[in-house]
T-cell receptor, first 116, second 116 residues
Framework: AQSVSQHNHHVILSEAASLELGCNYS??????LFWYVQYPGQHLQLLLK??????LVKGIKGFEAEFIKSKFSFNLRKPSVQWSDTAEYFCAVKAFYSGGYQKVTFGTGTKLQVIP | GAGVSQSPSNKVTEKGKDVELRCDPI?????LYWYRQRLGQGLEFLIYFQGNSAPDKSGLPSDRFSAERTGESVSTLTIQRTQQEDSAVYLCASSSHGQGLGNTIYFGEGSWLTVV
């Protein structure tokens, strides 16, 4: 079964610091990759997604992520975080299997706290 | 509708009672997912429906949990004889089938279940 690992469970940064959140997955076949954000008290929102093509994808609010197939990774980055980025971030992998079956697996999430 | 709709948004129930949670996916989305998110924790996969295929029930935590979906429309998650550990947000998500750019997973706002 595929798995998704987010090794950083809780990250604390000062404003203007750079951010990189790790995401690794285990499935060797075709995947679509997603990062979702959940602000306090709100529902999950899509930050960015990768389906094919340029492995560097840009999302909303200055976030970007790079798909490195050889490393099974899809790390999330932002050059300069703001207090409003305080939230929980989830990586998700949609894996495609033979016969049209597909399954989405989420990582356990990373809580980001940005200190003003 | 425009997005994934879930009801009720909040439910307080007594231990031992049955509850039913409803999800109305985005029109045309063949894939529908249920997740559970306990307070302060990540997303726990429960069940996945894809068109008319047999659902993937591998995430259901016990036989008290069941879900149904009629065709490619509404889904109902039923929890029988609720326990306090069932208290959580139950999230529904839907997506279209395939690997294209439109294949984003969209989440509802969740049903907050509190078992007292």
């Amino acid at each position: 079964a595929q798995s998704v690992s987010q090794h950083n469970h809780h990250v604390i940064l000062s404003e203007a610091a750079s951010l990189e959140l790790g995401c690794n997955y285990s499935y060797g076949g075709t995947v679509n990759l997603f990062w979702y954000v959940q602000y306090p008290g709100q529902h999950l929102q899509l930050l960015l997604k990768y389906f094919s093509g340029d492995p560097l994808v840009k999302g909303i609010k200055g976030f970007e992520a790079e798909f490195i197939k050889s490393k099974f990774s899809f790390n999330l980055r932002k050059p300069s975080v703001q207090w409003s980025d305080t939230a929980e971030y989830f990586c998700a992998v949609k894996a495609f299997y033979s016969g049209g079956y597909q399954k989405v697996t989420f990582g356990t999430g990373t809580k980001l706290q940005v200190i003003p | 509708g425009a997005g994934v709709s879930q009801s009720p948004s909040n439910k307080v129930t007594e231990k031992g009672k049955d509850v039913e949670l409803r999800c109305d996916p985005i029109s045309g989305h063949t894939a529908l997912y249920w997740y559970r998110q306990r307070l302060g924790q990540g997303l726990e996969f429960l069940i996945y429906f894809q068109g008319n295929s047999a659902p993937d029930k591998s995430g259901l935590p016990s036989d008290r949990f069941s879900a149904e979906r009629t065709g490619e429309s509404v889904s109902t998650l039923t929890i029988q004889r609720t326990q306090q550990e069932d208290s959580a947000v139950y999230l529904c998500a839907s997506s279209s089938h395939g690997q294209g750019l439109g294949n984003t997973i969209y989440f509802g706002e969740g049903s907050w279940l509190t078992v007292v």
